[in-house]
């Protein structure tokens, strides 16, 4: 076996480790364990059902519509200019992804933080999703 194949086998001490694997030529790394889809589906759920719930609430007040189900979440602005936000879960990658302000925003679930978060500006999602409604607004909206 060579260095770069034994490099790639797994032992039984690897296990809850991060393990690499080879994508396009480059070496990533990916956690062994995640969660399994009963879990996120749980987790995901009660996220959305918060979501909608805060986000019906701050659209009465601040004049945007809110549609949609677990499955997914559509937020709907007429001022001060038409857009629509979508919010769904993403069961292969156990990620909930939010389209917004023509970015794409993918939280995946944090055990310590008890929270769906984005990874690059370890925002949850309500300040994911308070943050991208204030700036389509113009106006600061708290959910």
Same mark, same amino acid.
């Given at each position: 076996?060579?260095?770069?194949?034994?490099?790639?086998?797994? =032992?039984?001490? #690897?296990?809850?480790?991060?393990?690499?694997?080879?994508?396009? %030529? /480059? +070496?990533?790394?990916?956690? &062994?364990?995640?969660?399994?889809?009963?879990?996120?589906?749980?987790?995901?759920?009660?996220?959305?059902?918060?979501?909608?719930?805060?986000?019906? =609430?701050?659209? #009465?007040?601040?004049?945007?519509?809110?549609?949609?189900?677990? %499955? /997914? +979440?559509?937020?709907?602005? &007429?001022?001060?200019?038409?857009?629509?936000?979508?919010?769904?879960?993403?069961?292969?990658?156990?990620?909930?992804?939010?389209?917004?302000?023509? =970015?794409?925003?993918?939280?995946?679930?944090?055990?310590?933080?008890?929270?769906?978060?984005?990874?690059?500006?370890?925002?949850?999602?309500?300040?994911?999703?308070?943050?991208?409604?204030?700036?389509?607004?113009?106006?600061?909206?708290?959910?």
């Amino acid at each position: 076996m060579s260095a770069s194949t034994s490099f790639f086998r797994r =032992t039984p001490r #690897d296990r809850g480790r991060l393990a690499p694997f080879l994508a396009g %030529g /480059k +070496l990533l790394m990916y956690a &062994e364990f995640m969660l399994d889809e009963k879990d996120f589906q749980r987790k995901a759920d009660a996220a959305f059902e918060d979501l909608k719930r805060r986000m019906l =609430t701050a659209g #009465d007040e601040h004049g945007f519509d809110v549609e949609g189900e677990a %499955g /997914k +979440l559509e937020v709907l602005f &007429e001022e001060p200019e038409e857009a629509k936000f979508v919010i769904s879960p993403n069961t292969p990658v156990r990620e909930i992804w939010v389209s917004a302000l023509s =970015t794409s925003f993918k939280l995946g679930w944090s055990e310590s933080r008890n929270a769906f978060v984005h990874e690059k500006t370890g925002e949850d999602l309500l300040a994911v999703m308070s943050r991208v409604i204030s700036q389509q607004l113009g106006a600061t909206v708290t959910l």
